[in-house]
């Protein structure tokens, strides 16, 4: 390395900044973020530096740069366009031995600045070592997205109890042990999400109990979305790779499911017409049961947990049963699908409002709906489920006042690789479906929207 990384404390420190532009205003900023007391040398400095000198917040010694301005000064940023000035800041400061900074000029600096991630009290750096800034700010984006913004709440949560923990477990190596299960367990994830009253309960009680295991585990509904894994939310990718078993069911893509580690279980709970691997109740008492047995459980839904995935039913037992869980949403099927087939769900031409609704077929008929109000004009209907009751459904919209030309399409595997789009009108849609071979999951839209797909489909063109 050429560099050492360090973390330096500067509250209450005095340092200086050379410069009165835009980037020394940006290094300002920077330090007075963490408390330290700045001082600026330069002729002028711009409007927001000169409201915090005028209100007390940073010193302002309006003159050029000469080398006893250092004096008393803990930490030197030459921030000038001038090469002769910066040169003399950085002589001055390595003769007097303070470390010293010149922006954007490595060959002049005893230390450098890194791309910060602050997720205060955990900070996070990146550094090229002044090679490429541009790389070091790219790899900051990737830590940016890969650590949440809670782990600034667990943190804090942590440094509360680190005493009491430590008196609680003197043994060092159950200590250990007992914070790598915190840390990667509900009470993390409770911290995380912003409920730190009931983060810190759990942990008070896990405490109590002088780190032994409290045998519950916690159940996570994560929506995987319609079917492209980089449409995952943050969260949803973190928790199916944390996760010691998925319980998933036959809507989750095969790639999604290639993101769950190797090592944990997975549980296939699919449900397809006719055919379902585990009714729902085994289902609820499954994940109520592997819960209670301390394991860490995704219950990984296609689509979004709460629309047409009966997460609300499953949440419903693990209350019952006192367990934790939380719920993190994902893009629904109608929003991905009808993106990735141009064609948006309102439009202020063409639908001012969208419905959901489930084509179920129950012995041979579409789960009785409110036809007369789904075939209202100016709306989209979505139709999740639809594929094998599409002609009843058709047919029960133009007995209900749709028109024969009223604008309809089908997307199979939508946002994948596989998607396929169908489009047609109410009249002939059934039978441009019927004769291809389609495969599930597919969605029905109905709408005029629908003749925009022709127009904005922008998905595999290239």
Same mark, same amino acid.
Not at 204 to 222: C, F, H, K, P, T
Not at 355 to 382: C, I, K, N, S
């Given at each position: 390395?050429?560099?050492?990384?360090?973390?330096?404390?500067?509250?209450?420190?005095?340092?200086?900044?050379?410069?009165?532009? $835009?980037i020394?205003?940006?290094k300002?900023?920077?330090?007075?973020?963490?408390?330290? @007391?700045?001082t600026?040398?330069?002729p002028?400095?711009t @409007?927001?530096?000169?409201?915090?000198?005028?209100?007390?917040?940073?010193?302002?010694?309006?003159?050029?740069?000469? $080398?006893?301005d250092?004096?008393?000064?803990?930490?030197?940023?030459?921030?000038?366009?001038?090469?002769?000035?910066?040169?003399?800041?950085?002589?001055?400061?390595?003769?007097?031995?303070?470390?010293?900074?010149?922006?954007?000029?490595?060959?002049?600096?005893?230390f450098?600045?890194?791309?910060?991630?602050?997720?205060?009290?955990?900070?996070?750096?990146?550094?090229?070592?002044?090679?490429s800034?541009?790389?070091?700010r790219?790899?900051?984006?990737?830590?940016?997205? @890969?650590?949440?913004?809670?782990?600034?709440?667990?943190?804090?949560?942590?440094?509360?109890?680190?005493?009491?923990?430590?008196?609680?477990?003197?043994?060092?190596?159950?200590?250990?042990?007992?914070?790598?299960?915190?840390?990667?367990?509900?009470? @993390?994830?409770?911290?995380?999400?912003?409920?730190?009253?009931?983060?810190?309960e759990?942990?008070?009680?896990?405490? +109590?109990a002088?780190?032994?295991?409290n045998?519950?585990?916690?159940?996570?509904?994560?929506?995987?979305?319609?079917?492209?894994?980089?449409?995952?939310?943050?969260?949803?990718?973190?928790?199916?790779?944390?996760?010691?078993?998925?319980?998933?069911?036959?809507?989750?893509?095969?790639?999604?499911?290639?993101?769950?580690?190797?090592?944990?279980?997975?549980?296939?709970?699919?449900?397809?017409?006719?055919?379902?691997?585990l009714?729902?109740e085994?289902?609820?008492?499954?994940? +109520?049961?592997?819960?209670?047995?301390?394991?860490?459980?995704?219950?990984?839904?296609?689509?979004?947990?709460?629309?047409?995935?009966?997460?609300?039913?499953?949440?419903?037992t693990?209350m019952?049963?006192?367990?934790?869980?939380?719920?993190?949403?994902?893009?629904?099927?109608?929003s991905?699908?009808?993106?990735y087939?141009?064609?948006?769900?309102?439009?202020?031409?063409?639908?001012?409002?969208?419905?959901?609704?489930?084509?179920?077929?129950?012995?041979?008929?579409?789960?009785?709906?409110?036809?007369?109000?789904?075939?209202?004009?100016?709306?989209?209907?979505?139709?999740?489920?639809?594929?094998?009751?599409?002609?009843?459904?058709?047919?029960?919209?133009?007995?209900?006042?749709?028109?024969?030309?009223?604008?309809?399409?089908?997307?199979?595997?939508?946002t994948?690789?596989?998607?396929?789009?169908?489009?047609?009108?109410?009249a002939?849609?059934?039978?441009?479906?019927?004769?291809q071979?389609?495969?599930?999951?597919?969605?029905?839209?109905?709408?005029?929207?629908?003749?925009?797909?022709g127009k904005?489909?922008?998905?595999?063109?290239?």
């Amino acid at each position: 390395m050429d560099y050492l990384p360090l973390f330096m404390k500067l509250a209450g420190q005095p340092c200086l900044v050379v410069g009165g532009g $835009p980037i020394a205003r940006r290094k300002v900023e920077l330090l007075r973020s963490v408390g330290a @007391a700045v001082t600026v040398v330069a002729p002028s400095i711009t @409007a927001d530096m000169g409201r915090w000198a005028a209100a007390g917040e940073i010193q302002w010694r309006e003159k050029s740069f000469e $080398p006893h301005d250092l004096d008393g000064y803990r930490l030197v940023i030459g921030a000038t366009d001038l090469r002769e000035v910066n040169e003399s800041v950085c002589r001055a400061a390595l003769e007097a031995n303070i470390p010293v900074n010149v922006v954007d000029c490595p060959e002049l600096c005893s230390f450098i600045f890194p791309a910060i991630v602050d997720r205060s009290p955990v900070v996070a750096a990146v550094s090229s070592g002044g090679v490429s800034p541009v790389l070091s700010r790219l790899l900051k984006a990737k830590l940016e997205s @890969a650590i949440p913004f809670g782990y600034g709440h667990l943190a804090e949560l942590a440094g509360r109890v680190r005493r009491v923990v430590k008196t609680a477990i003197p043994d060092g190596s159950a200590r250990r042990e007992f914070w790598e299960k915190v840390l990667r367990g509900p009470v @993390a994830e409770l911290a995380m999400s912003g409920r730190t009253r009931e983060a810190e309960e759990l942990l008070q009680r896990e405490i +109590a109990a002088a780190g032994a295991v409290n045998g519950i585990g916690m159940v996570y509904l994560v929506g995987a979305g319609p079917g492209d894994p980089e449409l995952l939310t943050l969260r949803a990718f973190r928790l199916i790779q944390e996760a010691d078993v998925v319980v998933y069911d036959r809507l989750v893509s095969p790639e999604i499911m290639g993101l769950v580690r190797r090592d944990a279980e997975k549980i296939y709970a699919g449900k397809q017409r006719s055919q379902h691997t585990l009714p729902q109740e085994d289902i609820n008492r499954l994940l +109520a049961d592997l819960a209670m047995a301390g394991k860490r459980v995704v219950r990984l839904k296609g689509g979004d947990p709460f629309i047409f995935g009966r997460g609300g039913e499953e949440i419903e037992t693990l209350m019952e049963q006192g367990i934790h869980f939380q719920v993190v949403p994902g893009i629904t099927a109608a929003s991905g699908c009808a993106a990735y087939a141009g064609i948006p769900l309102t439009h202020r031409d063409y639908a001012q409002s969208v419905t959901f609704v489930t084509g179920h077929l129950r012995q041979g008929e579409v789960t009785e709906l409110d036809w007369g109000r789904l075939a209202a004009p100016r709306q989209t209907v979505v139709v999740y489920m639809g594929l094998q009751g599409l002609p009843q459904i058709c047919a029960a919209l133009l007995a209900h006042g749709s028109s024969p030309e009223l604008p309809a399409a089908l997307v199979q595997q939508g946002t994948t690789a596989n998607q396929a789009v169908i489009a047609g009108t109410l009249a002939t849609l059934p039978d441009l479906v019927e004769g291809q071979s389609i495969k599930a999951p597919t969605l029905a839209i109905i709408g005029e929207v629908v003749r925009l797909h022709g127009k904005l489909a922008w998905f595999g063109r290239g």
